[in-house]
């Protein structure tokens, strides 16, 4: 397992590395686990998410970026949270399969930080009204006492799959919903679905900690060993590439 | 398992379903992709005249569990969308072979349908009994 740690980066250039690690050009079979971080809070949207119901007014008065993710999903401010793609091969497995073992993997790493992950439920009431992701629920979602406390998002190639996972310590309600025209909605989602790691008793100063028992679930669980690694400069002239294309155009992110 | 695939279409090993009509082929994804999908939210369709190669990428299926691509199954011109699919998405996981195609294509090289696989096939293939 390669993994890879970056400073913080703005979202157009975080969202071109992880599409670029997903193509995995010449290199299928890797798994690449990226840590990442972001120059400034950002709104995150799903691949094909409708910006109607983004306030963008605010969004530019409180200087906030918005990007479009190669994954699937809502909107997540990120501001105070732990993101991190997964970068790998399907390996002929089915996509529930594939959330599964992800999900075990976090599941164990936050047991190992003392935060009991809710076990699996077989008929999650979906909830799709929401454009905020943390106001939602899906299946597969990581769940503490019934709240939702992580965003995954995921997409498919013919060969790999992309997965983008955000852990947030803490979370401003008021500021999330207000990111979008019918804040009162998405506010009380947020507060009847949601749960910060904050809130749940783990502090973002142990944020080094949680990067550590997710590195070790992964090499308990898929038997993997981290060998940690720099962008190599083909990768990075695809970023050039993404950015030109697409990322770095406002009106890319802004078009639906 | 128990997933339907009707037989007298054609598949793919990308979970696409082909129906010759009329010259042209209608293709759609098939029940057991979009069982695994889940619900379907939203579907990228690719443009009327667009020329297309076998494999290639012609749009993007998005569900409540992942954004997955959609590959061309045979090389040819697309013809006509399923535009029903823009209002109701879900059409994809309530009539996969009917009410849910999603695009017909004029096919440029029939020789490519040699490379498509038969029911039996395709159900070996998903490691459905």
Known sequence: MQVIFDPPLSGYENMARDEVLWEGRGNEEELVLRFFSWEKKTLSIGRFQRTQDIDRSFLHAQGISLVRRPTGGRAILHEDDLTLSLAMPRGGVSLDTQYR???????????????????????????????????????????????????????????????????????????????????????????????????????????????????????????????????????????????????????????? | MNVKLPEGLWYTAEHFWVKEADGEVI??????????????????????????????????????????????PLSGEITEINSALLEKPELINQDPYGKGWIFKLKPENLEEKALLLTAESYRREIGSG
């Open chain 1, 101 to 256: 073992q992800l999900k075990e993997v976090f599941g164990q790493a936050l047991f190992r930080i003392g935060i009991p992950v809710d076990e699996e439920i077989d008929h999650f009431p979906v909830r799709l009204h929401s454009p905020a992701c943390f106001a939602l629920s899906f299946p597969h979602e990581l769940t503490v006492k019934g709240k939702k406390i992580a965003g995954i998002a995921q997409a498919r190639n013919k060969e790999r799959t992309l997965f983008q996972v955000s852990l947030p310590f803490s979370i401003d309600r008021v500021l999330v919903a207000s990111c979008f025209h019918h804040q009162e909605l998405v506010y009380t989602d947020l507060r009847e679905n949601f749960s910060a790691l904050e809130e749940i008793g783990f502090h973002h100063s142990l944020r080094a900690r949680l990067m550590e028992v997710l590195l070790e679930s992964l090499e308990d669980l898929w038997r993997v060993k981290r060998e940690e690694r720099e962008w190599k400069s083909g990768e990075l002239l695809r970023v050039r590439t993404l950015l030109e294309e697409k990322y770095a155009l406002d009106s890319y992110h802004w078009e639906r």
């Open chain 2, 27 to 72: 293709c759609g994804i098939t029940d057991h992709a979009q069982s695994e999908l889940g619900d379907v939210v939203f579907v990228e369709m690719p443009k009327v005249g667009m020329k297309v190669k076998r494999g290639e990428r012609v749009g993007d299926v998005e569900s409540v569990k992942t954004v997955s691509n959609l590959y061309a």
